[in-house]
């Protein structure tokens, strides 16, 4: 989108013939040169929706008991849904949490959890919350925060999987990637958070090549966080491979 813009703005005959449509779209153009840090956020809204992930209550014994069995046997996932379906969200906590355990049973999970196209919305919910559990932790940015980095970044695998992978879009309501990238800018966390927004955008399928205006706005956060100094630099490796993943260069985007 941003490169869509700068292209527009450089046709030789719009602001002859359309000077208030060109002006317009020069505004636009602008906004995205605005500095990084005239953009930072320094709170992370969370959706009501998700406040239900935080404390959500445990099913019975027996309800448990046949839930965990998932680990051994992917494929019950189906049955579980139909024979507990009061029960979706918890069951949608346990896998997103039992993922983070043992990041092998993503590729062990992932057919049976697309084969339930409607149970997706809960596994992205509770993803999204511990997202925002993860992002907000006191610990996140130190060194003892290695574990809950590594985390996040498996997150952002099956997020990616359970959206952009099959032509669905994050709903920004419950996980704003943009918002988070900037509340990460202004308060030292980009190091984790970087990471996980690329390993998201890594599973984007056709649909969501350039120039699709979301990825677009997300590659040009990167891009501003990435020519700013002092960045480290495994984040701007990160931001180079998920340029070079979408084919473009970070010097349309400056």
Request: aromatic letters at 12%; charged letters at 20%; hydrophobic letters at 45%.
């Amino acid at each position: 989108f941003p490169n869509f813009v700068f292209d527009i703005i450089h046709e030789s005959q719009l602001r002859l013939y359309r000077p208030s449509l060109f002006d317009k779209i020069q505004r636009i153009g602008q906004s995205f040169n605005e500095p990084l840090q005239s953009n930072r956020a320094t709170f992370l809204d969370i959706h009501p929706s998700l406040r239900h992930y935080e404390q959500i209550t445990l099913p019975p014994p027996r309800v448990c008991k046949a839930v965990q069995e998932v680990r051994n046997e992917p494929k019950i996932l189906h049955s579980l849904l139909q024979n507990y379906p009061q029960y979706k969200d918890w069951i949608a906590y346990y896998l997103v949490s039992i993922i983070q355990d043992s990041p092998d049973l993503l590729g062990l999970l992932q057919g049976p959890l697309l084969d339930c196209r409607s149970f997706l919305k809960f596994v992205f919910q509770a993803s999204a919350a511990q997202v925002h559990q993860h992002v907000l932790s006191p610990d996140f940015d130190k060194f003892e925060g290695g574990f809950v980095r590594r985390r996040l970044l498996i997150l952002g695998k099956l997020i990616g999987q359970i959206t952009l992978a099959i032509n669905r879009p994050i709903i920004a309501r419950f996980l704003d990637l943009k918002r988070i990238l900037l509340y990460a800018f202004s308060q030292g966390k980009l190091y984790g958070v970087v990471p996980f927004v690329c390993s998201i955008l890594m599973a984007a399928s056709k649909y969501f090549q350039l120039p699709n205006p979301y990825t677009s706005s997300i590659l040009q956060i990167l891009a501003a966080i990435y020519s700013t100094d002092n960045i480290k630099f495994v984040i701007k490796q990160s931001i180079e491979d998920i340029f070079a993943r979408f084919g473009t260069s970070l010097s349309r985007f400056a």
